[in-house]
């Protein structure tokens, strides 16, 4: 059984970055790849990035390239996401999870889900 904790969220202006950390316990975290997702309210979960079990190969949705960066430490067993030049539509509750999958970007393949931490962009 794994736990995940979200932190890092907050308010922010449009333009602005957050941080967003997930710090892993309860298994072996290098086992897992990592996922990042978000819901606004009154829709689904939606993609937003992955990362390798070694942290090796990274992957976004189309509307976070070239702005947000996944990365994870597995000595820390942590996954983070920076998020630069926010927007107001990317205000939602953003989720980390992990997956037994090797490679994953679909919802219904991560297993551990952490409670999530909201992000609020203001305009």
């Known amino acids: 059984q794994v736990q995940l904790v979200e932190s890092g969220g907050g308010l922010v202006q449009a333009g602005g970055s957050l941080r967003l950390s997930c710090a892993a316990s309860?298994?072996?975290?290098?086992?897992?790849?990592m996922g990042w997702f978000r819901q606004a309210p009154g829709k689904e979960h939606e993609f937003v990035a992955i990362?390798?079990?070694?942290?090796?190969?990274?992957d976004y949705a189309d509307s976070v390239k070239g702005r947000f960066t996944i990365s994870r430490d597995n000595a820390k067993n942590t996954v983070y996401l920076q998020m630069n030049s926010l927007k107001p539509e990317e205000t939602a509750v953003y989720y980390c999870?992990?997956?037994?999958?090797?490679?994953?970007?679909?919802?219904?393949?991560?297993?551990?889900w952490g409670q999530g931490t909201q992000v609020t962009v203001s305009s």
């Open positions: 990362i390798s079990r070694s942290g090796g190969y990274t």
């Open positions: 309860g298994g072996t975290f290098s086992s897992y790849a």
């Open positions: 999870a992990a997956s037994n999958a090797a490679w994953s970007t679909s919802r219904f393949d991560y297993r551990y």
